[in-house]
């Protein structure tokens, strides 16, 4: 319903002048404000037809039944409600649920019950149906089944594995060692099935090789076998006299003389770190007449004079005399020194290594 509202001041006209077009009164004014009346007459309620279901705003007096009063305050959960709401009338039929980190499940209609999650785990039933976590923090375990439960534990392979597996993924593709022998083409211990020729690759551990219980017949090691014996197996590594003695670090093969005499002084000690004998040759001048003969020395340990003496001479009454020493085989990591006097020089000092 609506009210009536003036459009046009009709007296505002009073007040202007002679002459001004607004002093003058339009049908047009008078016909928006009859409109306006008929509009606010015509939306009001007839009161000859009033009943309750014409009221749309307001309160209803009790003269009338109502209340005649506006409630407009909303039922608080807290404080005007007790007891749980069931199931039924669309609650929990719970007063609390769960707690931190849990999940909740039905234990039978309308009841509801939580389990609680766990680091590192995986949701299981039982027998029963009842979830609960089985951990999973233990390394290297597989999630199994009895029939009854279900955990994480080892695969036992007499019981949780069936078929056989293929040579392809690492297995022997037979479940008997009869045809284990044939998919590898291997005779028995005792020599059957050791038809036809074999070549034998002597290239591993070779401690049972004496043995009849391990072979049939002689094995004839130039016709009946490839490849070559190392040495951690008793061979040469080799299949020539020259690597067998390369090798086993025979002094002077593949070994060359070179000289020294620039970078060796007197002295001094050297260590042979070669990682296999060399021998050393030297020749001296000595200009003070017996004066502390020269002397080789060669040691485990350094300083060499702390050693054995290999080589001596005596310039004797005498200087200027020039002197030999070696050749001296020199162990691998030794060390050696030439110990002279003051005025003693190095004339030649070569090496075979």
């Known amino acids: 319903m609506s009210n009536y509202t003036k459009t046009t001041n009709f007296l505002a006209k009073d007040s202007l002048v002679s002459g001004d077009t607004n002093k003058r009164i339009r049908g047009s004014e008078i016909d928006t404000e009859l409109v306006n009346i008929q509009t606010a007459v015509n939306s009001k309620l007839d009161s000859s037809g009033f009943t309750a279901s014409n009221i749309s ?10 209340t005649g009063t506006s409630v407009t305050a909303y039922c608080n959960l807290t404080s005007n409600v007790t007891g749980v709401l069931p199931a039924a009338n669309g609650g929990t039929g719970l007063s609390s649920i769960g707690g931190t980190n849990t999940l909740l499940y039905t234990t039978t209609a309308n009841s509801i019950s939580a389990v609680t999650t766990s680091n590192t785990s995986v949701l299981v039933t039982g027998a029963t149906g009842i979830p609960s976590f089985a951990s999973g923090t233990t390394a290297n375990r597989v999630l199994k089944t009895n029939g009854t439960s279900i955990s994480f534990a080892f695969a036992d392979l007499a019981t949780d594995v069936t078929g056989v597996l293929p040579i392809v993924n690492g297995g022997t593709g037979s479940n008997n060692a009869t045809d284990v022998r044939t998919n590898f083409d291997v005779p028995k211990n005792d020599g059957t099935g050791a038809t036809g020729t074999w070549n034998i690759n002597i290239s591993g551990n070779a401690s049972n090789a004496s043995s009849a219980d391990n072979y049939a017949g002689t094995i004839n090691v130039g016709l009946q076998s490839t490849g070559v014996l190392p040495i951690a197996n008793g061979g040469t590594g080799t299949t020539t006299a020259s690597g067998a003695a390369n090798a086993f670090g ?51 340990t350094t300083p060499a004079t702390g050693g054995v003496t290999v080589a001596y001479f005596s310039n004797g009454t005498t200087g200027n005399i020039d002197a030999c020493v070696g050749p001296v085989i020199i162990p691998n990591n030794a060390y050696y020194r030439i110990q002279a006097a003051a005025g003693t020089s190095i004339v030649f000092w070569a090496e075979l290594r």
């Open 57 to 66: 705003s307001g309160t209803l007096a009790i003269a009338y039944g109502g």
């Open 250 to 300: 025979v002094n002077g093969a593949g070994q060359t003389w070179a000289s020294y005499s620039a970078s060796r002084a007197i002295n001094t000690d050297y260590q042979n770190t070669t990682g296999r004998p060399i021998s050393v040759s030297v020749t001296l001048s000595t200009v003070t007449a017996g004066a502390n003969n020269p002397r080789f020395w060669v040691s485990t």
